[in-house]
């Protein structure tokens, strides 16, 4: 019974993510079609991420999914068998000065753009999380919860979410006050509390905090 019970899990995960891969299908004229996703607008600290990358026609990741919808294990596995896998990829970060100069927004079409031109080869259709990136010459395709229905998509978030949540974790051991190891720089109550009690640190994004200014 277990190994039938396996079994129908591993059917029902193939089928899962053949459903994911839609668009990619749709598109499959289009020899390099590259997910665009980002991590961390919301947070109060730390930079803006964001990943690129393009996967094999044939690629197939088990679990590969939104990157929130998934163990903190699994995302840190799924994260090195992307890059192993990916015909090629790459992260950009967006710090908190930039992101307060230019506004969040802008900050994260910054570190979009720059993680797709850094690709090679050259993509010729991105599948973005939703939004539209400004300045690129490339043939866009946004989808709304785009990392839950795109393979390319979901392994972008995977991608940009880890990349971010270790930058968080050296900044813990930086400014060991603040807790970013355990909320990433999220408005928690410990967190808002720490801000409280020690003020702002170089990596809080102050206009996210004016109040505390």
Request: hydrophobic content about 40%.
């Amino acid at each position: 019974m277990a190994r039938k019970l396996t079994e129908e899990k591993w059917k029902a995960e193939k089928e899962r993510l053949a459903a994911m891969k839609e668009y990619e299908d749709t598109y499959a004229a289009c020899p390099f079609i590259c997910g665009v996703d980002e991590a961390g607008r919301g947070p109060l600290a730390g930079p803006v991420a964001a990943g690129a990358v393009i996967l094999p026609k044939d690629c197939e990741i088990l679990f590969l999914n939104d990157s929130k919808k998934v163990t903190e294990k699994r995302r840190e596995e799924l994260f090195v068998e992307i890059q192993e896998k990916a015909v090629c990829w790459h992260v950009s970060l967006v710090g908190p000065e930039v992101i307060d100069e230019i506004n969040i927004l802008q900050a994260t079409y910054q570190a979009m753009r720059e993680a797709v031109l850094a690709l090679n080869p050259r993509p010729e259709l991105l599948l973005n999380d939703a939004v539209t990136i400004p300045e690129l010459d490339i043939m866009q395709i946004p989808i709304i919860k785009g990392d839950g229905k795109s393979v390319s998509i979901a392994a972008a978030s995977i991608l940009a979410k880890v990349t971010r949540d270790h930058l968080m974790m050296e900044y813990d051991r930086l400014y060991p006050e603040y807790g970013f190891a355990k909320h990433k720089g999220y408005g928690t109550k410990a967190h808002m509390d720490a801000i409280r009690k020690y003020g702002l640190c170089p990596i809080h994004r102050r206009s996210f905090l004016k109040k505390f200014l």
